[in-house]
């Protein structure tokens, strides 16, 4: 990364790499880290940094890795509605369910969805809409 960095020649997409690697760190607690500071808003105010870096944690690479991170996800959802842009939502559950095709993954967001009954409608669609490929995958497999 540190040969990648010296690359780049543009100001704004050297501040850009800058801020996204740590998701792209080898070391488990530094993407840990970097994902709980998403939960402070002002960490999340260049949106297309944050789905940027998401992307990353959330990677098939590092799918295994990083299933811990769809419930911590998923609760912040009601959060980055109020927070954010009005297509945050939608592009925060697509860079984080997305990747996923496992029978554990498909169940964290199953389960998230039982236990929130009163969730508001409108992201329990979005959550739904977003989860659609990772439900198909797992149906599939099952029905092999």
């Known amino acids: 990364m540190t040969t990648q960095l010296g690359k ?6 050297r501040r850009r790499f800058e801020w996204i690697s740590p998701a792209l760190s ?3 607690q530094t993407r840990d880290a970097f994902f709980n500071s998403l939960q402070d808003e002002s960490n ?3 949106e297309s ?3 940027g870096a998401l992307n990353a944690l959330h990677h098939p690479l590092r799918r295994e890795l990083s299933e811990g991170y769809l419930l911590p996800s998923l609760q912040l959802l009601e959060e980055i509605q109020v927070t954010g ?5 939608a592009r925060w559950l697509g860079v984080s369910l997305g990747n996923y095709t496992s029978a554990s993954a498909a169940a964290a967001v199953r389960d998230f969805l039982a236990q929130c009954s009163n969730y508001n409608h409108q992201l329990r669609m979005k959550i739904l809409q977003a ?12 029905t092999k």
């Open 85 to 89: 842009d009005i297509f945050f939502p």
């Open 44 to 46: 999340r105010r260049i």
């Open 49 to 51: 940094w944050v789905l």
């Open 26 to 28: 080898p070391e488990q």
């Open 8 to 13: 780049i020649e543009n100001e704004d997409r």
């Open 131 to 142: 989860a659609d490929t990772l439900f198909r995958a797992v149906d599939f497999r099952q």
